[in-house]
């Protein structure tokens, strides 16, 4: 198993600025997603980030908005970008197993952002 | 598309009876991986059982256990004895074998009552 940490936990922010999430996990792993849980819904996959190469978004999310650093096999991070109340929303960080395993994925604790 | 829907947005069950949550998908694929998430309040999800498509016998993993009906396209979620700290939001989600990309469904929120 992982033990994924995020940071921060929770954040309020103003329209316009941009909030850089960290995500950490226990152990080395092939993949690390990020997903985005609006109020009361499901998750959503913004994107796949990749050592060593750019992050794969899904349909509907950017780079411009959503850029993703991969610095090694243990940690990735997450900006929102020139924020907007539509961003408000639950951040979560999640990898696939050691070696590359896709039986199982595991998940941070989620980083709540509130956008006034 | 693969798509996962999860009709009751919520349920109630009495402390110590069983309780069943429903999930339904829609795929072309033949090779595939389901999942139960579970997401207490903390937000922390927790994985709580997997099927593999090719199995035919039902996933069980102590109080939980499943109803794969492969055919039907159907994957419910059986929790016996329920207990409070069972309370949670629980998803079902859905994986393409040889891929990473899991399609969640909408989630249903399990109540406990004492």
């Known amino acids: 198993s992982a033990v994924i940490s995020q940071k921060p936990s929770r954040d309020i922010c103003q329209r316009g600025t941009s909030l850089t999430i960290q995500c950490q996990v226990d152990?080395?792993?092939?993949?690390m997603f990020w997903y985005r849980q609006q109020p009361g819904q499901s998750l959503t996959l913004i994107a796949t980030a990749n050592q060593g190469s750019e992050a794969t978004y899904e349909s509907g999310f950017v780079i411009d908005k959503f850029p993703i650093s991969r610095p090694n096999l243990t940690f990735s991070t997450l900006t929102v970008s020139n924020m907007s109340p539509e961003d408000s929303s639950i951040y979560l960080c999640?990898?696939?197993?050691?070696?590359?395993?896709?039986?199982?994925?595991?998940f941070g604790p989620g980083t709540r952002l509130t956008v006034l | 598309a693969q798509t996962v829907t999860q009709s009751q947005p919520e349920m109630s069950v009495q402390e110590a009876e069983t309780v069943t949550l429903s999930c339904t998908y829609d795929t072309s694929e033949s090779d595939y991986y389901l999942f139960w998430y579970k997401q207490p309040p903390s937000r922390q999800m927790i994985l709580v059982i997997r099927q593999e498509a090719y199995k035919q016998q039902n996933a069980t993993e102590n109080r939980f256990s499943v109803n794969f009906q492969k055919a039907a396209k159907s994957f419910s979620l059986k929790i016996s004895d329920s207990q409070l700290g069972d309370a949670a939001m629980y998803f079902c989600a859905y994986r393409i074998s040889g891929t990473y990309k899991y399609i969640f469904g909408t989630g249903t929120r399990l109540k406990v009552l004492a």
């Open positions: 999640s990898s696939g197993g050691a070696s590359g395993r896709y039986n199982e994925q595991f």
């Open positions: 152990s080395q792993v092939t993949m």
